[in-house]
């Protein structure tokens, strides 16, 4: 069973950055897509960013497009968000998914990070 670790959460100001990081434990783990998720106090569970593991595509949510960016080592089997330019709006826990090659959905995640952002 593979798992994904999150690292890289925590507090920052209004105008600052943060940089998650999700590493898979099995070097084997090959998948389609990995993304980031993200849950606010009181709202549902959304869609930040994904990439597509063999060629590097991303796609973003328009809330944060322009302001974060997603990123693969392949070597690592990590996936990194990089978060600039925060506001408090983008205070959530955040999830590390990916999608193995077979699934018609996310069928891994990992167990989420605190981003507070400050205002």
């Known amino acids: 069973q593979v798992q994904l670790v999150e690292s890289g959460g925590g507090l920052v100001q209004a105008g600052g950055s943060l940089r998650l990081s999700c590493a898979a434990s099995r070097r084997t783990f090959s998948p389609s897509t990995m993304g980031w998720f993200r849950q606010a106090p009181g709202k549902e569970r959304e869609f930040v960013a994904q990439i597509i593991w063999s060629t590097g595509n991303t796609y973003y949510a328009d809330s944060v497009k322009g302001r974060f960016t997603i990123s693969r080592d392949n070597a690592k089997n990590t996936e990194y968000l990089q978060m600039n330019s925060l506001n408090p709006e983008d205070t959530a826990v955040y999830y590390c998914?990916?999608?193995?090659?077979?699934?018609?959905?996310?069928?891994?995640w990992g167990q989420g990070t605190q981003v507070t952002v400050s205002s």
């Open positions: 998914a990916a999608r193995t090659p077979s699934a018609t959905t996310w069928n891994y």
